[in-house]
């Protein structure tokens, strides 16, 4: 059997560490997961794969943001923060409408579904998201002797595991699909997917 170098071994006990850090700062219910969830049922997971690349690509925004120091911008400039708060907020009102006045017919509801742009534009103006990765990069950045390539796998760690969670979330949702079959269940369940979500950004904001 062969062993692998002290230094390996620590870079696996760190790889480990972020992935499960960045699962449980990500992966935890909150808007965007919600967001995802409710997409997923109520659209279907093929439908709503836009949105979840959307979040993706946003998230990688805010991952480079992050890395060269936007996170510290925030902090700076307090109102910034705020602003981009109630923005990300509206954005996610928004999505949650969308998904609690889909009509039924499910032949219009293309026209109604979560797109990219929602999903890029809710992550990149979530400073939450901002702050959870200044946490992760000073806590949980990869050992490795150049900065360059700590921040760079770093980021691309975190970037699968959000990859992985985000899309449990849509499939979640998609496994709910069949209970809205019916108009009248279908209309409540997704006016309690879009109040949880409503609830999950106050929480945020709180």
Not at 36 to 52: D, Q, S
Not at 183 to 205: D, G, H, W, Y
Request: hydrophobic letters at 55%; one cysteine or more; aromatic letters at 10%.
């Amino acid at each position: 059997m062969q062993i692998l170098p002290i230094g390996d071994l620590l870079h696996l006990d760190a790889v480990i560490s972020l992935a499960i850090t960045t699962a449980l700062l990500l992966g935890s219910p909150g808007p965007a997961p919600l967001a995802l969830a409710a997409t997923g049922a109520t659209f279907g997971i093929r439908k709503g794969l836009p949105f979840l690349v959307g979040i993706l690509v946003g998230l990688a925004c805010v991952i480079l943001g992050t890395s060269l120091g936007l996170a510290t911008l925030f902090s700076t400039f307090p109102n910034l923060k705020v602003f981009c708060q109630i923005l990300g907020a509206c954005y996610i009102v928004f999505i949650a409408y969308k998904i609690a006045t889909a009509p039924v017919n499910q032949q219009h509801n293309l026209i109604q579904t979560p797109n990219f742009k929602d999903g890029f534009i809710l992550n990149l103006i979530n400073p939450k998201a901002y702050a959870a990765f200044l946490a992760i990069f000073s806590q949980y950045l990869l050992p490795y002797s150049e900065i360059t390539v700590s921040y760079l796998l770093t980021g691309i760690v975190c970037l699968v595991v959000a990859t992985v969670v985000d899309s449990i979330w849509l499939c979640f949702g998609g496994l709910l699909k069949p209970l809205f079959s019916k108009p009248r269940s279908a209309r409540i369940l997704r006016i309690l997917f879009a109040l949880s979500m409503l609830i999950a950004v106050a929480l945020s904001i709180y």
